[in-house]
C-alpha cells in the first residue's frame, strides 16, 4: 500500500531564507506526483505537477525534484516570503489508470517578516 | 468555465440526519473524486468515478454513497451522519485522454455534525 510522508509537519523561518519541503513514498512505481498549497480554511492551489518521466518542474521560485528510485520529491522556495505561508501537501498518482491522489499529510511553512 | 464547483460551502448536521453534498464540472472530464480531509492531515479519497454510470470505492467509503448519471455531476450521500464525518469535503475532476491525470479541484464543503 502506497504512503506518502512529508517532513517537517511544521516549519517556522525568517523571510528571504532558501528552503526545502520533503516527501518520501514508498512504493516507487507511481505515474505522476503534484505539489499543492492550501491557506487557512481554503481549497488547494495546484503549484507543479512533475510526471514520472520528468526529474523536475519549475514555476517562479518554486522547483520540485522527483526521484522515483528513492521514492523523494522536494519542493524547493527561493526567497521566501511572508505570502508564501501556508500548507503544502505532496501528493502521488498510483500507477494504475484511475488517477488516484495519495496525500501526504503536509508541511505548514510560516514564514516571518 | 467554472471549473468544479460545489454546494453547500458550509452545512451543521444533527446525528442521524442524511444530507447530499453537490459536486459538478463543466469541463467534460471523464473522471471525479470525492476526498476528506480532516483537521491537520491530507485528503483521503472516499469514491471515485471513471465515467458516467461507473462508481468504485477509495479508501474511506464507509458511511457514504454516490451515484454519476451524468458526466457533469457526482454527488456524495451522507446517511446517517456521524460526528466522525465531521470533515472538509473536497471534489475534483481529471481529463485523463490530457496524459497526465492532473485533478482539479472544488472549493470545498466543511461539514459539522453534532
Known amino acids: 500500500k502506497q504512503e506518502v510522508t512529508q517532513i517537517p509537519a511544521a516549519l517556522s523561518v525568517p523571510e528571504g531564507e532558501n528552503l526545502v519541503l520533503n516527501c518520501s513514498f514508498t512504493d516507487s512505481a507511481i505515474y505522476n506526483l503534484q505539489w499543492f498549497r492550501q491557506d487557512p480554511g481554503k481549497g488547494l492551489t495546484s503549484l507543479l505537477l512533475i510526471q514520472s518521466s520528468q526529474r523536475e518542474q519549475t514555476s517562479g521560485r518554486l522547483n520540485a525534484s522527483l526521484d522515483k528510485s528513492s521514492g523523494r520529491s522536494t519542493l524547493y522556495i527561493a526567497a521566501s516570503q511572508p505570502g508564501d505561508s501556508a500548507t503544502y501537501l505532496c501528493?502521488?498518482?498510483?500507477?494504475?489508470?484511475?488517477?488516484?491522489?495519495?496525500f501526504g499529510q503536509g508541511t505548514t511553512l510560516q514564514v516571518k517578516p | 468555465n467554472a471549473g468544479v464547483t460545489q454546494t453547500p460551502k458550509f452545512r451543521i448536521l444533527k446525528i442521524g440526519q442524511s444530507m447530499t453534498l453537490q459536486c459538478a464540472q463543466d469541463?467534460?472530464?471523464?473522471?471525479m473524486y470525492w476526498y476528506r480531509q480532516d483537521p491537520g492531515m491530507g485528503l483521503k479519497l472516499i469514491y471515485y468515478?471513471?465515467?458516467?454510470?461507473?462508481?468504485d470505492k477509495g479508501e474511506v467509503p464507509n458511511g457514504y454513497n454516490v451515484s454519476r448519471s451524468t458526466t457533469e455531476d457526482f454527488p456524495l450521500r451522507l446517511e446517517l451522519a456521524a460526528p466522525s464525518q465531521t470533515s472538509v469535503y473536497f471534489c475534483?475532476?481529471?481529463?485523463?485522454?490530457?496524459?497526465?491525470?492532473?485533478?482539479?479541484f472544488g472549493p470545498g464543503t466543511r461539514l459539522t455534525v453534532t
Open positions: 468515478s471513471v465515467g458516467a454510470g461507473i462508481t
Open positions: 475534483a475532476s481529471s481529463d485523463p485522454s490530457a496524459g497526465s491525470y492532473e485533478q482539479y
Open positions: 501528493a502521488v498518482y498510483g500507477s494504475g489508470n484511475t488517477g488516484k491522489l495519495i
Open positions: 469541463m467534460n472530464h471523464n473522471y
